[in-house]
């Protein structure tokens, strides 16, 4: 199993564009999280999702949206990209009381 | 509101040393606790976990972490550091099932030769 994979590993964004962060998982978790993680300050919840259909914001949601349309997959819309969303992104998903992470994107705005 | 705190943004050791890394948490109910180790430019991983049976947790790589409620605590020992445990280490908490992981802000374990 591939577990959960994040595409792309890495990327640079002008100031006010928009861009998607994808998120698969292979593990038929029906819960799934995407967070962003910042030096000294661990990791935030922005949204998270309690299976195909449902989505709810978690702690820092604002300049951010999702989807979830299948159990696999995840996305994470970035609109009008701004300086303060540098930063690296980790998808997660969830089984009884255990997450797995994937291997984050890595997100510069300039 | 629930947080869970770890004291020491970095700890550093020598090889063969004691590790000690300290993650509080913030609730009378005991929640399910977990550790993290994240290695330079890689995910989390999932060290060990508590979620209600034994007290003390034996995870991956010799760590071990144990549940101490009356001092609402959960610290992560190794007994001998190894230079390829440098890493960040996190904890984290559920208050409740089917609720959210809470993380703490992090410590970087630094071991020296």
Not at chain 1, 65 to 85: K, W
Not at chain 1, 92 to 110: C, I
Not at chain 2, 2 to 14: A, D, E, I, R
């Amino acid at each position: 199993n591939a577990g959960v994979t994040q595409t792309p590993k890495f990327r640079i964004l002008k100031i006010g564009q928009s861009m998607t962060l994808q998120c698969t998982q292979d593990m038929n978790h029906n819960y799934m999280y995407w967070y962003r993680q910042d030096p000294g300050m661990g990791l935030k919840l922005i949204y998270y999702s309690v299976g195909a259909g449902i989505t709810d914001k978690g702690e820092v949601p604002n300049g951010y949206n999702v989807s979830r349309s299948t159990t696999e997959d995840f996305p994470l819309r970035l609109e009008l990209a701004a300086p303060s969303q540098t930063s690296v992104y980790f998808c997660a998903s969830r089984n009884v009381d255990e997450q797995f992470f994937g291997p984050g994107t890595r997100l510069t705005v300039l | 509101a629930q947080s869970v705190t770890q004291l020491g943004s970095h700890v550093s050791v020598s090889e063969g040393a004691l590790v000690l890394l300290r993650c509080n948490y913030s609730s009378s109910v005991p929640p399910y606790l977990f550790w993290y180790v994240q290695y330079p430019n890689q995910g989390l991983q999932l060290l060990l976990k508590y979620t209600s049976a034994a007290t003390l947790v034996k995870g991956i790589n010799g760590f071990e972490a144990e549940f101490k409620k009356s001092e609402t605590s959960f610290h992560l020992t190794k007994p001998s550091a190894h230079m390829s445990d440098a890493a960040e280490y996190f904890c984290a908490v559920i208050y409740n099932q089917g609720g959210k992981l809470i993380f703490g802000q992090g410590t970087e374990l630094s071991v020296k030769p």
